[in-house]
């Protein structure tokens, strides 16, 4: 079992910047990947990043290319996304996730095994 414990949500001006945390334990050394989706109120859960655990492989959904980055601490087991140039539209809850199995459709909600409670972002305009 894989347990995620999410960090960094908070309010964040037009522009600005957050970094988002996610801490994993249990069994990490299952780990296939890790990522991040989020869900705007009345809107659907939808894809933002993705990471391959072990080996290299980074993917994002077009609306954050060029904004934010996902990195890995393999020795801390923990995810990062790093959010810039905020814009109202990103405001959600954004959901920590990971898989332990060998299937990757990074945008797949299906690929995934674990997901965190989730961190509330909020930008302001």
């Known amino acids: 079992q894989v347990q995620l414990a999410e960090s960094g949500g908070g309010l964040v001006q037009t522009g600005g910047s957050l970094r988002l945390s996610c801490a994993a334990s249990?069994?990490?050394?299952?780990?296939?990947?890790m990522g991040w989706f989020r869900q705007a109120p009345g809107k659907e859960r939808e894809f933002v990043a993705a990471i391959r655990w072990w080996t290299t492989g980074t993917y994002y959904t077009d609306s954050v290319k060029g904004r934010f980055t996902i990195s890995r601490d393999n020795a801390k087991s923990t995810v990062y996304l790093q959010m810039s140039n905020l814009k109202p539209e990103d405001s959600a809850v954004y959901y920590c996730?990971?898989?332990?199995?060998?299937?990757?459709?990074?945008?797949?909600?299906?690929?995934?095994?674990?997901w965190g409670q989730g961190t509330q972002v909020t930008v302001s305009s």
């Open positions: 996730v990971a898989t332990t199995g060998s299937y990757f459709l990074y945008s797949s909600r299906n690929t995934y095994d674990y």
């Open positions: 249990g069994s990490i050394f299952r780990l296939t990947a």
